[in-house]
């Protein structure tokens, strides 16, 4: 399961900007669905959330901007996990057009229940389990290109 989660979707024109472009914002909407599909694949989808009254917040990203993105292209991010405990994860997305690298990001995700208030919390072990399932190998990911300053979890 350390393949990594596909996400696909083609740039809207409403993304574009004054450069003619795609708005550094859309990346980040872009990269925001990425990391949904890859919570929906581990167990953190919708159902879960109104189950158990928890969800996840994002808690820190960075993102490399490496080529132009233009109106309608087709592109797909690739997500994968790069470590994790038992309250958080790390992940790593490759954003691409064809084979062309056009962004990197990587974000910490934060799993918190809602109440009485939010407040971290332990995933459940079975999503623990799919995480473990999910993570890359260590040597793999020291092999990643474009990686932000140090996140740990």
Same mark, same amino acid.
């Given at each position: 399961? @350390? $393949? =990594?989660? +596909?996400?696909?979707?083609?740039? &809207?024109? +409403?993304?574009? *900007?004054?450069? $003619?472009?795609?708005? $550094? !914002?859309?990346?980040?909407?872009?990269?925001s669905y990425a990391v949904d599909a890859f919570q929906d694949a581990v167990g953190l $989808? !919708? #159902?879960? %959330? !109104? %189950?158990?009254?928890? @969800?996840?917040?994002?808690? +820190? *990203?960075?993102?490399?901007?490496?080529? +132009?993105?233009? %109106?309608? #292209?087709?592109?797909?991010?690739?997500? &994968?996990l790069l470590d994790h405990d038992a309250k958080r994860f790390h992940l790593w997305s490759v954003m691409r057009e064809d084979e062309a690298v056009l962004a990197v990001a990587e974000m910490m995700q934060l799993h918190v229940a %809602?109440? =009485?208030?939010?407040?971290?919390? =332990?995933? =459940?072990e079975e999503i623990q389990a799919r995480l473990r399932a999910a993570q890359m190998p260590a040597d793999a990911v020291a092999d990643l290109p474009h990686r932000a300053r140090p996140i740990s979890v």
């Open positions: 399961m @350390t $393949d =990594p989660f +596909e996400y696909h979707t083609t740039v &809207r024109t +409403e993304w574009i *900007d004054y450069n $003619d472009h795609m708005r $550094d !914002a859309y990346y980040g909407l872009v990269f $989808d !919708a #159902a879960y %959330r !109104a %189950r158990s009254g928890c @969800t996840i917040y994002l808690v +820190e *990203d960075h993102k490399h901007f490496l080529r +132009e993105v233009k %109106r309608g #292209a087709a592109i797909t991010v690739e997500t &994968r %809602r109440d =009485p208030g939010p407040r971290v919390a =332990p995933m =459940p």
